[in-house]
């Protein structure tokens, strides 16, 4: 094993589950799990101003706007829980993001990108649940909660998102491709970067390849 990493960066499709990993991976390090859609969805919630110009881009599958992401994003990560490391879920998803990011790091991070197809995705996120207050995500078959409807973590309900409908699910596909997949180059350039194929294997399997990688 190399020295444990600082900047963790999971890279991936909409589903092919980032959430899930960084829950696990967060026990493990004791590092923030910043989840850029998770802070979103808590915005939405307290109907600040953030949360109502991001609910209108994310209820339609686009993007929320990189000068907002950035702001909320560096505020977030100048919290002292962030000193000494953190996993980044769900951000950067432009180039514009990710150029800004990197002129942030003091370390070099480690980028682990998910690769999953489109079938298993539709699969996955057409059955999912999630808790509505600390966005741990749950699937109906494969990852059920302990008591039905009712967070294993933090004992929140559980929910379905609103942008999991299947027409909202294709649209945030096709903005992966178009705005997020160019990523995989850039960083593939620059940092230590590795690729995880996740649809034949079960969470606990794609957890043991992924902290192989520290
Ligand atoms: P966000 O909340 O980040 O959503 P996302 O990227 O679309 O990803 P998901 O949370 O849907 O999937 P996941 O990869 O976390 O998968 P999960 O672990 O849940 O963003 C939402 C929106 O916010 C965006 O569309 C955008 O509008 C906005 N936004 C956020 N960040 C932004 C940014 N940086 N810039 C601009 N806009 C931004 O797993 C999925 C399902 O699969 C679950 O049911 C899970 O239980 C199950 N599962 C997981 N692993 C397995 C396995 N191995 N086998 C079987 N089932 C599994
Ligand atoms: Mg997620």
Redesign the pocket.
């Not at 879920?89 to 432009?94: F, M, Q, S």
């Given at each position: 094993m190399n020295s444990l990493p600082h900047v963790i960066i999971l890279l991936?499709a909409?589903?092919?589950?980032?959430?899930?990993q960084a829950a696990l991976i967060q026990e493990r390090l004791h590092l923030p799990h910043i989840?850029?859609?998770?802070i979103?969805r808590n915005q939405i919630k307290q109907k600040t101003d953030l949360g109502k110009q991001a609910k209108e881009?994310?209820d339609q599958?686009?993007?929320?706007p990189d000068p907002l992401?950035l702001d909320m994003v560096f505020k977030r990560l100048s919290e002292p829980d962030c000193a000494k490391g953190y996993i980044l879920?769900?951000?950067?998803?432009?180039i514009p993001?990710a150029e800004a990011l990197d002129t942030f790091f003091t370390s070099s991070p480690l980028i682990i990108n998910?690769s999953l197809p489109k079938e298993l995705i539709l699969e996955?996120?057409s059955?999912?649940i999630s808790c509505s207050q600390c966005g741990q995500?749950?699937?109906r078959l494969?990852?059920p909660p302990k008591q039905p409807e009712v967070c294993d973590r933090c004992q929140g309900p559980l929910i379905q998102r609103p942008?999991d409908s299947q027409e909202v699910i294709l649209k945030?596909l096709e903005i992966y491709s178009l705005q997020t997949e160019p990523l995989l180059k850039f960083y593939s350039e620059r940092h230590r970067f590795y690729t995880i194929d996740?649809s034949q294997?079960?969470?606990e399997q794609?957890y043991t390849e992924l902290v192989s990688f520290f």
């Open positions: 991936g909409p589903g092919s589950g980032k959430g899930t989840s850029t859609g998770d979103l881009c994310i599958g686009h993007l929320v992401i879920d769900g951000v950067p998803r432009t993001q998910f996955r996120l059955l999912r995500p749950y699937h494969y990852s942008d945030r996740c294997k079960n969470k794609i």
